[in-house]
């Protein structure tokens, strides 16, 4: 298996500008989270999907983040506009059941200018 | 306060001494607690889990030591090697329906020296 794959590995973008993270959950799992990773704050939850269904999107920090899924094999977490604060490594997990264990992918590292 | 406490931020060990890493929680409905594992550049791991109802778990070198009344557990990295160097986050989870948010510890910088 492939595991959880993300791309891009790195984005450098400018203040203002539109930034599209994708995620592809291992196949089977009906379950993804998207977290982002800084030093200050360590690991967050942003979001969760089951079976492409957003459960739960309290940790999205603001309006300008969204994240979709539009089938079991693809999630994407949008950032408009983007700003230097936004600059973390953002990782998508998924697992096969809810409770399950959480596979990590290798992240997109973002750096806002 | 859904909070996990881990220290130390970072650690250097010798090559085959002991690791050690310790996290505390708050919530008392915590009843799943498991450690990962992140080398640089890649994801978390997950490298071993405890429930409540065990006071130890051992994985090869790796044991999880876990005090509910104290609501804290411990990693132990026996015979520790330098491929062991990396991260290593301490979680929380409350099991049962709707339970699915891992609440990460801040991370452990685990060095190990030759």
């Known amino acids: 298996d492939a595991g959880v794959i993300q791309s891009p590995r790195h984005e450098v973008t400018e203040m203002g500008q539109e930034v599209t993270l994708r995620c592809k959950p291992i196949?089977?799992?009906?379950?993804l989270f998207w977290y982002r990773q800084t030093m200050m704050r360590g690991l967050e939850l942003l979001i969760y999907f089951n079976n492409n269904v957003p459960i739960d999107d309290s940790g999205m920090p603001e309006d300008r983040f969204s994240a979709k899924m539009p089938n079991a094999s693809f999630s994407t977490l949008k950032i408009q506009p983007s700003e230097p604060r936004d600059s973390a490594v953002y990782f998508c997990?998924?697992?096969?059941?809810?409770?399950?264990?959480?596979?990590f992918g290798p992240g997109t590292r973002l750096l806002v200018l | 306060q859904q909070q996990v406490k881990q220290s130390p931020q970072s650690l250097i060990v010798q090559k085959g001494g002991i690791s050690i890493i310790n996290c505390a929680y708050e919530n008392t409905a915590f009843d799943y607690f498991p450690w990962y594992q992140q080398f640089p550049g890649k994801g978390p791991a997950l490298l071993i889990a405890i429930r409540p109802d065990v006071s130890e778990k051992k994985e090869g070198r790796f044991t999880i030591s876990f005090n509910k009344s104290a609501k804290q557990f411990s990693l132990h990295i026996m015979d520790s090697q330098p491929g062991d160097s990396a991260t290593y986050f301490c979680a929380a989870r409350g099991f049962g329906a709707g339970s699915y948010q891992l609440t990460f510890g801040k991370g452990t910088k685990l060095s190990v020296i030759p």
């Open positions: 997990a998924s697992s096969f059941y809810i409770q399950e264990t959480q596979y």
């Open positions: 196949s089977g799992h009906n379950s």
